[in-house]
């Protein structure tokens, strides 16, 4: 069974870089057919798509958001990660990691139980 | 960029059929899923590829795509499923997008 798990800093000053680790267990982050992926949904809303990367390097990301973000992975570790420049109050979400499906909708089996982000000085 | 349209709310009783649409852009000609969210927890896949339930999803969940619309039925709807459902689909500009989420009421 795959699990992911998210962490990092619960609290982040406005115009600093929010970053978050996923841990995937279960299962390796080495595998072609998925991209690890980062969604995020603020207090009351709806989802929102950050971005995804391959283990080969391809990448992509949410137009609204791209100047801002930067997804890597870490084969060594089975992780991968989210840095999100210049933060503000409208970052405030609670981020989930998930694992896509390459090729077939990008669907998301996989999810981690999502961590709280509040940017706030 | 790309965008789906969810109602915002859907009310069902217990025991009835529950449709819940997602509007696109020729969505039809892509793949769509769906996802239930109960309060506080994290998104549950339950139809993929337009119609596939995943492992461990109740039978009643079901999926259709055509033209500009895709659904997600739920029959003999149950008090369990109230929650919000999100549809999802995948974009070559716009990559993956979402619905703005249903409240599903059952009452």
């Known amino acids: 069974q795959v699990q992911l798990q998210e962490s990092g800093p619960g609290l982040v000053k406005p115009s600093e870089t929010l970053s978050l680790t996923c841990t995937v267990s279960?299962?390796?982050?080495?595998?072609?057919?998925?991209?690890w992926g980062w969604i995020r949904q603020p207090p009351g809303k709806g989802l929102e798509w950050i971005g995804g990367r391959h283990f080969g390097g391809s990448t992509y990301y949410n137009p609204s958001l791209k100047s801002r973000v930067t997804i890597l992975v870490d084969t060594s570790k089975n992780q991968f990660s989210l840095k999100l420049s210049s933060v503000t109050a409208a970052d405030t979400a609670v981020y989930y990691c998930?694992?896509?499906?390459?090729?077939?909708?990008?669907?998301?089996?996989?999810w981690g139980q999502g961590t709280l982000v509040t940017v706030s000085s | 960029s790309y965008e789906l349209t969810q109602p915002p709310s859907v009310s069902v009783s217990p025991g009835q059929t529950a449709s819940i649409t997602c509007s696109g852009d020729k969505l039809g000609n892509k793949y769509a899923c769906w996802y239930q969210q109960r309060p506080g927890q994290s998104p549950v896949l339950v139809i993929y590829?337009?119609?596939k339930r995943p492992s461990g999803i109740p039978e009643r969940f079901s999926g259709s795509n055509s033209g500009n619309t895709a659904t997600l039925t739920i029959s003999g709807t149950q008090a369990m499923d109230e929650a919000d459902y999100y549809c999802q689909a995948w974009d070559s500009n716009t990559y993956v997008v979402f619905g703005g989420g249903t409240k599903l009421t059952v009452l």
């Open positions: 279960g299962g390796s982050i080495s595998s072609s057919s998925y991209y």
């Open positions: 590829q337009d119609t």
């Open positions: 998930a694992r896509h499906t390459d090729g077939s909708g990008w669907y998301s089996v996989y």
